[in-house]
């Protein structure tokens, strides 16, 4: 089994009620988060924000997982 890669993004939604949100990486691709998934612990984060994220295969496919605010 491989590691996990680091990924980059940017958030392009997020509905703080129902806590979920889509990152958009830079390889085009668009993943889904739930807000137990923002590593800071806040459940929050803003639209815009650059990030690093992982992957993990869930049952409606791939989601984004330990999702970061990218320093600098």
Known sequence: M??????RG???KFDEHA???????AEGETYLFHCTQIS?????I???TEVT??????HKGPE???VTAALG
Do not use: C, Q
């Open 46 to 48: 803003a639209v815009g």
């Open 19 to 25: 806590g979920l949100g889509t990152v958009d990486a």
């Open 64 to 66: 984004a997982y330990s």
């Open 10 to 12: 940017v958030i392009t």
């Open 53 to 58: 994220f992982e992957l993990v295969d869930r």
């Open 2 to 7: 491989s590691e996990p890669r680091l990924r």
């Open 40 to 44: 800071d612990g806040t459940r929050t």
